[in-house]
């Protein structure tokens, strides 16, 4: 069983930066590619971008290639979305997810977290 905690979300302006942390425990997390997603009121949660379980492959969605970045700490069993030049449109509930295997479907991933509120004011 892995369970995940995300942090970090809140509200910020157009053109700011948040990172969140999405903080995983389980015997086996550390073999686990985690992924973040996102979803806006109204509109179907969407892949925001993942990281292999040793760090050394990324996927991306390449709308937000740039300005979004994510990065794993094995040590810490942290992962971490960097969140730059932030626009109105990212407003979402952001959620953290781990998968045995990396991929870009939601479908894929067996274990979510709770999730964590991201506003963008203009």
């Known amino acids: 069983q892995v369970q995940l905690v995300e942090s970090g979300g809140g509200l910020v302006q157009a053109g700011g930066s948040l990172r969140l942390s999405c903080a995983a425990s389980g015997r086996t997390v550390s073999t686990y590619a985690m992924g973040w997603f996102r979803q806006a009121p109204g509109k179907e949660r969407e892949f925001v971008t993942a990281i292999s379980w040793s760090g050394g492959t990324t996927y991306e969605t390449p709308s937000l290639k740039g300005r979004f970045t994510i990065s794993r700490d094995t040590a810490k069993n942290t992962v971490y979305l960097q969140m730059n030049s932030l626009k109105p449109e990212d407003t979402a509930v952001y959620y953290c997810?781990?998968?045995?295997?990396?991929?870009?479907?939601?479908?894929?991933?067996?274990?979510w977290g709770q999730g964590t509120q991201v506003t963008v004011s203009s």
């Open positions: 997810a781990a998968s045995q295997s990396l991929d870009f479907s939601d479908s894929v991933y067996e274990y």
